[in-house]
């Protein structure tokens, strides 16, 4: 760590998160109600400062860009880890809701493709969020090691393919990172970690692989990663990308989607934090089984893209 980093460490407030009730778990770390206005976010211990800094800032800048997200605060040392402080939103995720009410799974689903149609709207400060096709890009050659050339030559025409858009994209937009308030009727964004610029089939593809792709494999672990079963998954997606293509061009749409969310799926190895070679091979025997890496999977759809976003 810099000097100035240690500095910024040493000067940190440190808080104590015993007694607090814990309202949410993922994948880094648990989120904890700290009082009535703030909650926190503890990552787990090993993971740096620097992450969960960058993970506040790109919310900071994202509100700051007119994005509907919490407020964030300052972090934290909380033990021996770190946290991020954010105003605590008076609203429950959009996943429970859509459990208490699959009555309303279709409309929800419909202000979801409206949601992201916005966010994809909202103008962009390149100078303060990393660039998500060469990140993609990034990715693709650190799995070089796993590839064939083709295989490598596979993914990376996927992405060269997606050009030099600008679109600020979530990174990870599923109904479990949206908050509901029923008391304003108003949808909000957390987990901003993977927010960026690139295209918007960044965004569409990694809602395709948790909300559809996962659970045509595994539709019993649809509910851990999303909060619903795979059945009210779709009748979600299917609904979302109906309005954020209008209704128009809605296969086309999908295959590019599946395209963009099997091709992530081929990255997790270095995408998920810490995986070992061996579970690295089994995401690629899948990958080469029924997905991306398959030979007779065509992404020429994907070059030859005709959808105005
Ligand atoms: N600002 C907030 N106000 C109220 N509840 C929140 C807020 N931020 C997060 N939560 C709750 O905590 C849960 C987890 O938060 P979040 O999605 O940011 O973390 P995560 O999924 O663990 O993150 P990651 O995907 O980085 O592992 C949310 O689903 C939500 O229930
Ligand atoms: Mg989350």
Known sequence: MSENKQETVNKMRELSIEGCEIIGEGAVGKVYRLDDETIIKVFAPGIPFEVVQEEKNIARNALVSGVPTAISFDVVKVGKSYGAVYEMLKAKTLSAFIKEHPERAAEMGRRMGHLLKELHKTAVDTNKFVNV?????ERVLRMEKYLSKEE?????????CLGTCKTIVHGDFHPKNIMYTEENDELLFIDLADMGYGHPLIDLGGTCLVMDIFGRFTPERVPHYIGIDYKTSITVWENLIYEYFNGDNIEEAKILADIYGKAKFTLFPVIIPGMSEKDAMGFLMGSRSGGFLNKDYDITPALKCKLEF
């Open 152 to 160: 490598t030559d596979k993914l990376i025409t996927v992405y060269e």
């Open 133 to 137: 096709c060469n990140l993609f890009k």
